[in-house]
């Protein structure tokens, strides 16, 4: 349903959207948890944001790469292990970490604690590859290395075969 903007007055702006420590939507998928703050839905899907709790010694995915979306991780705490191309950085609490589109990248938690980062996905497209990890998962479906591929061909990603 629209609205019609009477003349004379200004268009409605946007509501402002604030989420709290409980809320967000919660996507599991295996030993990583992930709140979604903001998928998109209130940023006319120019910007996503999710928060991550990376369990102790947690793989991420397959090394990729994202052809139409940056990706931003910011670490809370603990410490992540990145790696882009055939560099690796580890990333402590306080770490930005900036992929533009095309970069090879991955990530994982090498260490005996959690880690928690926060990450942006400009614009909001990789939201929905989660939620259908996860709808794969809670198919009783295994999340192998295919799934994953055929996840992230819906979404403008795919495998940095050439770093495998």
Known sequence: MTEEV??????ARP???VVGPGDGETIVLGTTHM???EDGSHTGHRLAIAESVLAPRTQGPPQHRHAEHDEGFYILSGTVRF???EEDYDAAAGTLVMVPPGTPHTFANLTDQPAVMLST???D???QYFRDLQEVLAGGRPLTAQAN??????YAT???TDLA
Do not use: C
């Open 149 to 154: 591929i055929d996840a992230m061909s819906r």
């Open 6 to 11: 009477k003349a004379g007055e200004p268009p």
């Open 121 to 123: 996905f400009t614009p």
């Open 15 to 17: 509501a402002v959207s």
């Open 83 to 85: 790696t882009v191309g």
């Open 35 to 37: 709140r979604v703050l």
């Open 158 to 160: 795919e495998p940095a």
């Open 125 to 127: 497209l990789y939201v």
